[in-house]
Nanobody, 121 residues
Framework: VQLQASGGGLVQAGGSLRLSCAAS????????MGWFRQAPGKEREFVSS????????YYADSVKGRFTMSRDNAKNTVYLQMNSLKPEDTAVYYC???????????????WGQGTQVTVSS
């Protein structure tokens, strides 16, 4: 499966962005999906994940209550709604597909190219 992330940009602290990740192929619904991010000089970290049917979502403590992940299997797309953004949310955000909704990036087999999110103070 090929993944294409979009929706990043520059936003002021307290603002919102919605990231999208469009997948090619007919097997999108067979994959759990995850969002990860990597800030300059830091390791890639887990942000959120969602099960195949969208019934369950998981979040890093740092984004819980501010970010919402969802998916539309009919559109082969997963979303990350980001509200109350903080400067520390600045990073390149990556979507990924795998067999499990893991917090570990090595559990994911396919990765999008990343989209830059910059939050100014």
């Amino acid at each position: 499966v090929q993944l294409q992330a979009s929706g990043g940009g520059l936003v002021q602290a307290g603002g919102s962005l919605r990231l999208s990740c469009a997948a090619s192929g007919r097997t999108f619904s067979s994959y759990a999906m995850g969002w990860f991010r990597q800030a300059p000089g830091k390791e890639r970290e887990f942000v959120s994940s969602i099960t195949r049917n969208g019934g369950n979502t998981y979040y890093a403590d740092s984004v819980k209550g501010r970010f919402t992940m969802s998916r539309d299997n009919a559109k082969n797309t997963v979303y990350l709604q980001m509200n109350s953004l903080k400067p520390e949310d600045t990073a390149v955000y990556y979507c990924a597909a795998g067999q499990t909704y893991s917090k570990s990036d090595y559990e994911y087999n396919y990765w999008g190219q990343g989209t830059q999110v910059t939050v100014s103070s």
